[in-house]
């Protein structure tokens, strides 16, 4: 595939446009497109898209110039189209895709459906045009969309192949590329032609013309056979799922764990701070409940507390006073109340109340046992000597809460100056918050990975069991077949599709496994000749492709440049490989070949340093059969530098105002 121009016309910035790219036979193959930010390279270079494809990245789908629109009356209606002409193997395609819009008498803009048309002329120059039904096979015949990406792209679409290469993902579609652009997808197509595990295939359709008349049972075990196959199918499909769920999942759970990484410190110094929110409440805690008990034991003991210097007084009064020969020997309380209560002493006395006799008697009650003055007098002893051990340990105690109170409050103080200074590290941030999402992510992709792992073996097994009960049925039915002459013709060509399916299966192995290693080894070549650094690739059989250091059995972050320099290695290799095998005297070679594609890169150099920008200059031309380059023009100088030998056609933007760019 070779482009050889577009015209644009109405297409968003540009009115009536066209251009002319470089072809190479002059040994310049290269079209260079320069202009400033905003002057229409990221849409002209869309334009491809729109015409191939009816896509743009746009985020206004509107692809009708607003200049046009604005100049339109009511009523009005104008065209947009993309013309873009190109040849691909021995034939010459015209691609046309436009679209009628109109301005409604409201001042509203209303689209019809694009039209797309696709012109063939071939060597003998005939010229026949696309059916309808026909238009999507041809574009996919000559570059599918889902590889058009690695040929068509901006500086930010090739940054995010680089990083899809830089995290391990986007595996499949590297594979499908290296097998669609390498000519392997022809070997995979009779593959499927002739699979054994697929009912409508050559091999399916043989199992299914056995003729079950001679014995009733082969159409069981055919039937058998079948129900196998689609089950198997069925669970390699599931197999495929889950393994890349499980895949996604772990591409997931390291670019959580990196940016986990980046929380690490903050949520250290966030537990560090938690911890000292902690200590400090403890420590305030700790400090009032002293201050309660001071109050507590103050509130309880401040009357006994206070009056304990009259008890002292009445104990050193009481201490100089002999209160000895005052009671009354023998005689007990109960004889005095008894004599009282008969009314007369035990000397034949009258005891009349109010007498004098009675009088002395009732005084006598505070004289003898057990409430004599005597007694009294002790009892207050050893109670105010009670009270002065008990209340006289509250001085001592609250001096030594007060110590207790101090020091929590020193500690309270040099706590609280280093939360000011875990504060500033954090500058406020609270990233727990954040680093417990991450970390719940973690966990579903861990959940996620063992469950795929888990329905993985299962299927694994179920597969083996079906893989045994194909093959059993498979034997039995073969040996009822050779039984019967017809069945038995049946029989030897499925043998033969079967070897067939068997020897291209082989043969797709050795040469996929080859290419993939011949591939590793091409992009290296080329990725040290961009990147210079002791780094290298590999491509393991899932094409993972990864970056490793020279001296360092790993895998490495990579930096922008480094994912960026991946990615031109990987797409350049290919354009190479190709080549290779189309100039190469091998036939093996040659079948796995596929035709020359071109570059369109809108600002693929921004990522680069000057020294690389040279590197990638002089390194594109040497390997592409065509490069068309839409640069800024700070860039567009030195890469001129660079290309000047390789340069064959030279446009540039002009911005008429914001809604216009014309070519000069």
Not at 129 to 157: C, M, T
Not at 426 to 448: M, P
């Amino acid at each position: 595939m070779q482009l050889k121009s577009i015209k644009l016309e109405n297409f968003r910035q540009f009115r009536n446009e066209s251009m002319e790219f470089a072809q190479g036979d002059d040994g310049r193959n290269v079209t260079i497109i320069l202009g400033e930010n905003g002057t229409g390279k990221t849409t002209f270079a869309q334009a491809f898209s729109w015409c191939l494809y009816g896509e743009t990245d746009f985020r206004d789908k509107t692809v009708l110039s607003k200049q046009v629109f604005k100049e339109m009356h009511l009523g009005e209606d104008r065209t947009v189209s993309v013309t873009l002409c190109l040849s691909h193997g021995t034939a010459e395609y015209t691609f046309v895709r436009k679209q009628n819009c109109f301005k409604d008498m409201s001042g509203r803009l209303k689209e019809d459906n694009a039209e797309f048309s696709i012109a063939k002329k071939d060597e003998s120059g005939n010229t026949s045009y696309a059916q309808k039904y026909e238009l999507e096979p041809w574009v996919n015949s000559i570059l599918p969309k889902d590889l058009s990406h690695y040929f068509f792209f901006d500086g930010e679409r090739i940054e995010k192949l680089g990083k899809d290469i830089a995290s391990g993902k986007k595996a499949r579609d590297f594979a499908d590329a290296v097998k669609g652009l390498l000519g392997l997808n022809p070997v995979l197509s009779a593959l499927s032609h002739f699979n054994p595990k697929s009912r409508n295939s050559v091999i399916g359709e043989y199992n299914r013309s056995f003729d079950s008349k001679a014995n009733a049972k082969i159409k069981v075990l055919t039937d058998t056979i079948e129900d196998c196959n689609q089950k198997l199918a069925g669970k390699k499909a599931a197999l495929e799922q889950f393994d890349e769920q499980k895949e996604a999942a772990e591409a997931m759970k390291a670019d959580k764990e990196k940016e986990l990484k980046q929380y690490a410190d903050g949520k250290r110094l966030q537990e560090e701070r938690d911890d000292l929110y902690r200590r400090i409440k403890n420590a305030e805690s700790e400090r009032a409940g002293q201050y309660k008990d001071i109050c507590d034991n103050f509130n309880k003991s401040m009357i006994p507390f206070f009056s304990l210097s009259l008890v002292d007084r009445a104990l050193r009064l009481l201490s100089n006073k002999d209160f000895s020969g005052t009671d009354v020997p023998w005689i007990r309380d109960e004889t005095i109340k008894f004599l009282i209560g008969r009314k007369k002493c035990i000397c034949n006395t009258h005891l009349e109340k109010g007498s004098e006799p009675y009088e002395a008697l009732e005084k006598l009650l505070e004289k003898v046992p057990p409430k004599s003055i005597s007694n009294y007098v002790s009892e207050f002893k050893a109670e105010s000597r009670h009270r002065v051990g008990e209340y006289g340990d509250l001085v001592q105690e609250t001096q030594d809460k007060l110590v207790r109170i101090s020091k929590e409050s020193t500690e309270i103080s040099e706590l609280n100056n280093q939360l000011v200074n875990v504060n500033k590290k954090l500058s406020g941030k609270d990233v727990s918050e954040k680093v417990n999402e991450i970390e719940t992510e973690i966990q579903i992709c861990n959940s996620t990975i063992r469950r795929c792992s888990s329905e993985h073996d299962r299927l694994i097994n179920e597969q083996g069991r079906l893989e045994a009960e194909y093959e059993r049925a498979y034997k039995e039915r073969d040996t009822l077949i050779l039984q019967d002459e017809k069945n038995t013709q049946t029989l030897t060509y499925l043998t033969y599709a079967q070897k067939i399916y068997d020897e291209l299966l082989s043969f797709y192995k050795e040469r996929e496994e080859e290419t993939r290693n011949r591939l590793q080894d091409t992009i290296n070549n080329i990725f040290k000749q961009i990147y210079e650094g002791g780094l290298h690739l590999t491509i393991d059989e899932k094409y993972h492709i990864t970056v490793q250091a020279d001296e360092y059995n790993g895998e490495i972050e990579t930096s922008t440049a480094q994912s960026i320099s991946a990615i031109f290695a990987f797409i350049t290799s290919i354009i190479r490989m190709a080549k290779e095998n189309r100039n190469s005297d091998d036939p093996n070679a040659k079948m796995l070949s596929s035709e020359p594609y071109p570059l369109v890169m809108d600002a693929p150099l921004s990522a680069f340093d000057k020294r690389r920008i040279k590197t990638v200059c002089e390194t594109l031309p040497a390997i592409a059969e065509q490069v068309i380059i839409f640069i800024k023009d700070t860039d567009g100088e030195i890469a001129e530098e660079y290309m000047g030998s390789k340069i064959g056609s030279r446009h540039s933007f002009v911005k008429k105002n914001e809604l216009e760019t014309v070519l000069a």
